[in-house]
Structure formats: C-alpha cells, structure tokens
C-alpha cells in the first residue's frame, strides 16, 4: 500500500529539521507557509494542498536535497 501523502510530508520535514537543525519558525519562512500549518503538517494532521506540498518539496530540493534520502518512498 502506498503512503499517504500527509505522511510523506510529515517525515519529509522532520528529516529536513534534523538535517538543517532548523528551527520551526525558520522552516516555516523557507517554505512560506505559515507557522501553525508548519506545526500541523509535521504531526500528520493537517491537509496542505498540492501547490503548499510543491513549496516544501521544491524548499527540501534547494536548500537540503539529503533529507529526501532521509525518508522512504511513497
């Protein structure tokens, strides 16, 4: 069975969080999303839509590409 999406993204954050030792605030101005949705995303509780999901994935890809190894695949 494939993984949820809200997953993906929640572990995708954490690996991001460890590997720039980020703050969450600062994460939430690299990916311009606000920093209550920040908080939502990484518990798995939330419901970003597609284009907040390119946000992050494309932030991930820029400023820390190793943290997509950090985490499993769909």
Known sequence: MAKPA??????????????TN???SEMALDFDITLSNLYLYRTEKG?????????IVN???????????????W
């Open 47 to 55: 419901n970003p839509r597609a284009s907040t999901i390119d946000k």
């Open 22 to 24: 980020r703050t969450c």
């Open 59 to 73: 932030g991930v890809e820029t400023l820390c590409p190793e943290a997509f190894q950090k985490t499993s695949r």
């Open 6 to 19: 809200s997953r993906y993204i929640c572990e995708l954050l954490q690996a991001y969080q460890e590997a």
